[in-house]
């Protein structure tokens, strides 16, 4: 295992290793970054237990070579779980679990798994790990890697959705990648643990907004959005690239620029600009309008303390 170090501190406070999330956070409302460190939300939006559930299917199903109809038997497994820590996911949407299917079996249906494991090795699913970068830590959660069995080398590989049609290679999502925090954090991790910049395979699923026609059952409406996507593989777009390392380079100094900030930002102010966005009101709302506590607020938790465990670089 990797050993984790402890945190620094500054001014009383512990400096924890900083993942994409949590800076993308800090940008967005620094307040909300510290209140996120010890509160989360009871109720999950439905398009984070969508994404998640569609992660578990491919990332955990597919690239671990498991048939079709284990993957979604784990994907209903998986819900089930979820349900037990989540509050509203025991109320997640039959239709929105229809869509979930939907996409794992165009994915199936477009990605022959033999020709993909006679090709790739792949090495690990879900890892996590954390590393030094310039006295600031990093920590994330990688999808996968892989490793290209006719050449030997390593594969950093990402699965997103989006609703966004970006299945043309110019579209702007693909050149907003050479600046992406996540996949910044990522790179850097793997080049640290074998010397060099990996290759990066990255897959975005194109999701639907089809919904159920009148009088149509959840299974008419999986089975038609189950041809949709197996009939359309420009619903599914994977493209493999390596970072440009003077980009790679940049990008890495903004952030240990901005860790450095946060761990000397004592008072973490509130960003009014922030408070409604497209997917509704600021889950700590009423706490830096209202001054309430997040303990008496109806739809924050106390964020459960678990050691992550972190994983040994697989190569």
């Known amino acids: 295992m990797l050993s984790m170090t402890q945190p620094n501190v500054i001014a009383g406070r512990k400096i924890m290793a900083k993942s994409a999330s949590s800076m993308r956070t800090y940008l967005t409302c620094p307040r909300k970054y510290a209140l996120s460190r010890d509160w989360e939300q009871k ?98 959660r990688i999808d996968a890697l892989l490793r290209r069995k006719a050449t030997g080398e390593v594969i950093l590989y990402e699965l997103k959705t989006t609703s966004s049609n ?83 380079e940049a990008k890495m100094g903004e952030l240990v620029y901005l860790g450095q900030a946060i761990d000397h930002d004592l008072l973490l102010p509130r960003n009014d600009s922030a408070c409604f966005s497209n997917y509704g009101t600021c889950q700590f709302f009423t706490v830096c309008s209202w001054g309430s506590n997040p303990d008496e607020s109806l739809y924050l938790k106390k964020k459960e303390k678990k050691e992550e465990e972190i994983n040994e670089f697989p190569f």
């Open 43 to 140: 109720h999950e939006p439905t398009a984070f237990t969508r994404g998640t559930l569609v992660h578990f299917g491919i990332i955990e199903g597919f690239m671990k070579n498991l048939s079709l109809s284990a993957a979604l038997g784990g994907v209903s497994i998986e819900l089930e779980k979820m349900s037990e820590s989540i509050e509203n996911v025991s109320g997640f949407e039959d239709k929105e679990l229809r869509k979930v299917r939907a996409y794992i079996k165009g994915y199936y249906a477009h990605n022959n798994q033999e020709d993909f494991f006679r090709e790739f090795e792949v090495m690990a699913t879900e890892s996590a790990f954390e590393f030094s970068y310039r006295n600031q830590r990093f920590s994330g």
């Open 166 to 248: 970006v299945s043309d290679p110019d579209h702007p999502y693909w050149s907003r990648l050479n600046m992406d925090t996540q996949l910044a954090i990522y790179n850097q991790y793997v080049k640290s643990s074998v010397g060099r910049h990996p290759r990066v395979m990255y897959e975005v699923i194109m999701t639907s907004q089809a919904r159920p026609k009148k009088n149509e059952t959840p299974k008419q409406y999986e089975e038609r959005l189950t041809e949709e996507y197996r009939e359309s593989p420009g619903k599914y777009k994977r493209m493999e690239f390596e970072l440009l390392q003077s980009k790679h």
